[in-house]
């Protein structure tokens, strides 16, 4: 949401104000034509034959006056359903009579595409079958459909059947909406006659239009839910109002059932009303079962408002069977989910042998660490599978509440028990057993049966053991997060240890963060998965591929102060058109650890055992660059203070400068091509290539209109793309313009040899005659095939370890040797080490992605070190692009700036690179990581040495760092002044190391540094 930033939300104002009031919220259904319309059905079933003549008047008079239907039913349906509706309950009756029965059960059924109707049997506070079902229904075809008609729903329970033969009965109508403004403006948004279903402003009390307007207002400044409670004065009965996006949740509507009869409330009446701004606001009128004393209604309802927002942010998981049950509450079944996706990814399950084996190989040996990595994979996926995991914890409840309540006991803050009333969370964690790790250890061993049983509840221990904060008990929460202590992963698997990291889960995706220094940059990426398959290996694969991106970025960020890091969002099977969703829940519940202190915008306070400040730096990656623009304005809503850094590569309003549109990346992976060019002599339209990564990519797109080469090959997520003569160029740069796949590319620019085979094309016969079965596999393994074979390969995108030790042959095999005689990895971990260091070996040229992708993290460094520097004003001045007008002077110098950086660094280290590998012949990739890290570890030591201090020696480097037109606008007083001085030094730190190890490379001799010193700065 961008515009106008309304005033920030209190926690009380967001979860909930207690009133009482005399209103009851909607205006009662009365159907004037009642009485001429049993008439006519009653003369309708005469006429049918159906039912004895005698027993008509008798049935139709039970039916509209004894079973308490809302007049609403007899408003909405025609005489001819009334009359089938009495004809079927008949029909159940003679039923039951022949069953020996005194009780039937109803359950009516009229559904159309405006309008349905269910009415079932239901006793107060019981999840029966038809209930549940029946709004598992009106969920899954109503309220979680992503169609755009919108649809709201009225239920009532009957107060009493008046008969011996039918319990309660409970009603739902579910019309379609009409709305005054259907696409409103961002004034009439906040309008509630405006957005508003006319049925809905006919029904609602003012009272109730009111506070809607209220709640949606509320809603529309934020991503969670918003929650409110009224008792209504002279009763027992408590009105519970809850407001959020639509669709941001799936199921919630039969999931909040669920919760409230967990706490023996039963509703007499809800509502589910939808609003054409995008907000869905339901509310629920709860009243106690019967015969339920020992607990106060006041604080049932306190939890239940308290468990909304966990089952929002997850309304189904494969443990909720327990919660129907009454086995477990929905807290515990939120934290036994949470476990299980943490025991996927961290379930120690490789066992000694695998250590024997990594003892026994030469692990820094390319070959046994890319076997050993092989062999892990295996392991993981054939000993412990999700399924059998979750086997395992469904056995054993009682130990999941025994965990979940050593969990509980360290960051469960029970905020009325010094105002109002203990929780019934605090009474039941008074109540349970406190175990310590030991003695839960000892119960682990004695509940379970066996080695595997013990392995996965121990590793809910060791989630227990580490997390250092989280938002499992914040009220208005969107996804559950987790700052979790990363020390319990083993070093032989992950040799480089984290800093720091962030477990997220919701309903949509799973996801995590990582990061190898305090402050760290890299992006976020989604991804995405093509069918059931594909996802089981994303999932078996998520945490690894994160651990080895953000390695990879620790070594490409060498250039700049901020070590690496990356963050990743698996979206679910069914989820996979919730991109947008799934990254904003994965933010929010990011910025609920990050933000301290209430003034800053937190919701509610938290367990924070780490006592530390911390921010975050969040930059574009595959299927986020567009959403950049929403987390810096989401910050902002939320008071960060560090909003304006938060993100980068956002838009040029927000003060960004967009990776894409200034081609950042490209420029520095284009910078090693041309280095290949310059160094063999060769003219660069007259070698052909072939591209991964298609025109609708960043870096992608860049590469086409950059180059000038003969691209004879271009594969991306639509299918291949290929013509021997050379890609049409013209055609090529309007897809790049356009940033559309090569599905638009108009083929009758090919030559007679071109041809282009897309993923779901089958037995497709190409010009050399070879026949294409499927169209996805042949995309896939494209970058293998013998027609690929081109000068130089360039991948810009594709699958980490698209090229690994299984398939690396087939690139050594073309016709004439290798089918590349140079590669430059813009895509990263395109290639497995083991991978490069067979393809150098065999001849071919390489640079690997820590080397050649660095541009963009050096445009996102840039961009946050001017948003550090420039205050609130300077930087809306300075930095922000105005719409309709032209960039600032300064911020086009920047953008120059910053893409003369880019190109200068990559130069330097390509010849530091081509210089050490003609000088040592060793290989480029391996000479790559040995340069990468002597600038990490010398980069360390020098922020912590006694050079610092050296007042000239510090501002003789800065001012080789600090960006010049920094230095002209500001002064360094300034900078120093505004920027932290952790930045600063870690500015400090990899200036001089990387200068230096450039010049004198990984390995240099005693002396050398002393050298340099003398020569660059006395």
């Known amino acids: 949401?961008?515009?106008?930033?309304?005033?920030?939300?209190?926690?009380?104002?967001?979860?909930?104000?207690?009133?009482?009031?005399?209103?009851?919220?909607?205006?009662?259904?009365?159907?004037?034509?009642?009485?001429?319309?049993?008439?006519?059905?009653?003369?309708?079933?005469?006429?049918?034959?159906?039912?004895?003549?005698?027993?008509?008047?008798?049935?139709?008079?039970?039916?509209?006056?004894?079973?308490?239907?809302?007049?609403?039913?007899?408003?909405?349906?025609?005489?001819?359903?009334?009359?089938?509706?009495?004809?079927?309950?008949?029909g159940a009756k003679i039923?039951?009579?022949?069953?020996?029965?005194?009780?039937?059960?109803?359950?009516?059924?009229k559904e159309s595409d405006d309008s349905s109707v269910y009415i079932h049997s239901s006793p107060p506070g019981v999840s029966i079958v038809n209930g549940n079902q029946c709004e598992k229904l009106i969920d899954e075809k109503y309220l979680d459909t992503s169609d755009t008609d919108a649809y709201r729903v009225e239920s009532y329970r009957s107060q009493s059947s008046r008969t011996e033969t039918v319990s309660h009965l409970r009603s739902y109508f579910v019309t379609k909406c009409q709305f005054n403004s259907p696409h409103p403006t961002q004034e009439q948004a906040k309008d509630i006659y405006e957005v508003a279903d006319q049925n809905f402003l006919k029904k609602a009390t003012e009272h109730t239009r009111n506070v809607y307007e209220h709640v949606m207002r509320h809603v529309l400044q934020r991503t969670g839910p918003v929650i409110k409670m009224y008792d209504v004065e002279g009763t027992r009965e408590h009105r519970l109002i809850i407001g959020y996006r639509q669709r941001s949740t799936l199921g919630f509507f039969s999931a909040m059932s669920d919760?409230?009869?967990?706490?023996?409330?039963?509703?007499?009446?809800?509502?589910?009303?939808?609003?054409?701004?995008?907000?869905?606001?339901?509310?629920?009128?709860?009243?106690?079962?019967?015969?339920?004393?020992?607990?106060?209604?006041?604080?049932?309802?306190?939890?239940?408002?308290?468990?909304?927002?966990?089952?929002?942010?997850?309304?189904?998981?494969?443990?909720?069977?327990?919660?129907?049950?009454?086995?477990?509450?929905?807290?515990?079944?939120?934290?036994?989910?949470?476990?299980?996706?943490?025991?996927?990814?961290f379930l120690n399950r490789?066992?000694?042998?695998?250590?024997?084996?990594?003892?026994?190989?030469?692990?820094?040996?390319?070959?046994?660490?890319?076997?050993?990595?092989?062999?892990?994979?295996?392991?993981?996926?054939?000993?412990?599978?999700?399924?059998?995991?979750?086997?395992?914890?469904?056995?054993?409840?009682?130990?999941?509440?025994?965990?979940?309540?050593?969990?509980?006991?360290?960051?469960?803050?029970?905020?009325?028990?010094?105002?109002?009333?203990p929780t019934l969370s605090y009474q039941r964690l008074k109540r349970m057993e406190d175990l310590s790790e030991d003695e839960l250890l000892k119960k682990i061993k004695q509940m379970t049966s066996n080695h595997h049983e013990r392995l996965v509840f121990e590793a809910f221990l060791t989630f227990n053991k580490h997390v250092l904060k989280t938002n499992f008990y914040q009220s208005t929460k969107v996804a559950l997060s987790f700052r979790i202590d990363p020390s319990f992963l083993p070093q032989i698997e992950y040799p480089n240890s984290l800093y720091g990291m962030f477990l997220v889960v919701g309903s949509e995706f799973r996801g995590f963060h990582l990061r190898f220094q305090d402050v760290a940059r890299g992006g976020i990426r989604i991804i995405h998965s093509r069918n059931r398959e594909a996802y089981s290996i994303n999932l078996r694969t998520l945490f690894d591929e994160n651990y080895a991106l953000a390695a990879t970025q620790e070594r490409k960020n060498k250039d700049i102060p901020e070590g690496g890091s990356k963050g990743t969002i698996l979206l679910d099977i069914n989820q996979q058109d919730k991109a947008?969703?799934?990254?904003?829940?994965?933010v929010d519940s990011i910025l609920d650890l990050l933000i301290t202190g209430r003034t800053l915008g937190i919701k509610e306070p938290l367990v924070d055992l780490m006592n530390k400040p911390e921010i975050l730096f969040f930059g574009p990656d595959e299927g986020t660059a567009e959403f950049m623009d929403w987390a810096s304005n989401h910050a902002r809503r939320r008071n960060a203070s560090f909003w304006k850094a938060f993100t980068t590569g956002k838009s040029t309003s927000l003060g960004g400068i967009p990776h894409d549109r200034y081609g950042m990346t490209t420029r520095s992976v284009h910078q090693y091509v041309l280095g290949i060019y310059r160094e063999f002599g060769l003219n660069e339209e007259e070698c052909t290539k072939l591209q991964t990564g298609g025109p609708d990519g960043d870096l992608g797109s860049n590469e086409i209109k950059i180059s000038k080469d003969k691209t004879i090959a271009i594969v991306d997520g639509s299918g291949v793309l290929y013509d021997i003569a050379g890609i049409d160029r013209i055609e090529l740069n309007r897809l790049a313009t356009a940033r559309v796949m090569i599905n638009q590319f108009n083929v009758t620019k090919l030559s007679s040899q071109g041809f282009r085979v897309l993923v779901d094309d089958e037995n497709i016969r190409l010009p050399n005659g070879e026949m294409v079965e499927n169209g996805f596999q042949f995309r896939n393994v494209f970058h293998t095939h013998p027609l690929a074979q081109a000068t130089v390969f360039v991948p810009c995108g594709g699958r980490p370890e698209s090229v690994g030790l299984d398939n690396v042959h087939t690139l050594l095999e073309g016709e004439n040797g290798p089918l590349f005689k140079y590669i430059v990895e813009g895509a990263n971990l395109f290639f497995t080490q083991e991978a490069r260091l067979r393809l150098e070996k065999a001849g071919v040229v390489m640079f690997k992605d820590a080397s050649a992708n660095k541009g963009g993290v050096t445009s996102s460094s840039l961009e946050v070190l001017a948003a550090l520097a420039f205050n609130d004003a300077e930087f809306e001045e300075h930095m922000c692009v105005k719409e309709g007008k032209a960039a600032p002077v300064f911020y086009d110098a920047y953008v120059k700036e910053v893409q003369d950086i880019i190109e200068r660094n990559a130069r330097l280290e390509f010849e530091a690179l081509w210089r050490e590998q003609k000088k040592t012949g060793t290989a480029i990739s391996i000479l790559s990581d040995e340069l990468s890290n002597a600038i990490v570890q010398l980069n360390e030591q020098l922020q912590n040495t006694s050079l610092w201090d050296n007042q000239h020696l510090r501002n003789a480097v800065l001012k080789q760092a600090f960006p010049k037109l920094l230095l002209e606008k500001l002064g360094m007083e300034t900078l120093l002044d505004r920027v932290p001085e952790n930045y600063v030094k870690a500015i400090f730190g990899a200036t001089l190391a990387s200068q230096f190890v450039y010049k004198y490379g990984p390995h240099p001799d005693n002396f050398a540094f002393f050298e340099f010193m003398r020569e660059n700065y006395e």
């Not at 079962?289 to 942010?313: A, G, R």
């Not at 914890?393 to 960051?411: E, G, M, N, S």
Request: hydrophobic share 40%.
């Open 1 to 90: 949401m961008t515009g106008t930033f309304l005033s920030p939300i209190s926690p009380e104002e967001s979860f909930t104000k207690l009133h009482t009031v005399t209103d009851f919220g909607y205006n009662a259904n009365v159907f004037s034509g009642k009485e001429e319309q049993m008439i006519q059905v009653a003369e309708y079933l005469e006429n049918s034959g159906f039912l004895p003549k005698n027993f008509v008047k008798s049935e139709v008079n039970w039916f509209y006056e004894h079973l308490g239907i809302d007049d609403f039913y007899f408003a909405l349906e025609s005489v001819e359903t009334i009359a089938n509706h009495i004809m079927a309950l008949y």
């Open 259 to 345: 919760l409230y009869h967990y706490y023996d409330l039963y509703s007499s009446r809800k509502y589910v009303e939808q609003f054409s701004n995008g907000v869905t606001i339901m509310g629920l009128y709860l009243n106690p079962l019967p015969n339920t004393k020992s607990i106060p209604i006041e604080v049932s309802i306190y939890q239940v408002m308290k468990e909304t927002s966990l089952l929002y942010c997850l309304p189904r998981n494969p443990l909720q069977q327990f919660f129907m049950t009454n086995k477990l509450s929905v807290q515990e079944t939120a934290y036994g989910y949470v476990c299980w996706i943490f025991s996927q990814h």
């Open 95 to 109: 039923l039951a009579f022949t069953k020996n029965e005194n009780v039937f059960d109803i359950d009516l059924v």
């Open 580 to 586: 947008l969703a799934a990254f904003e829940k994965y």
């Open 350 to 421: 490789l066992g000694k042998e695998y250590l024997s084996l990594t003892e026994t190989l030469d692990i820094t040996n390319p070959l046994h660490e890319e076997v050993l990595a092989k062999i892990k994979k295996r392991l993981r996926q054939e000993t412990f599978t999700r399924e059998y995991i979750l086997d395992i914890i469904k056995q054993f409840p009682d130990l999941i509440r025994l965990l979940y309540t050593h969990f509980a006991k360290i960051h469960y803050v029970n905020q009325l028990e010094a105002t109002l009333k």
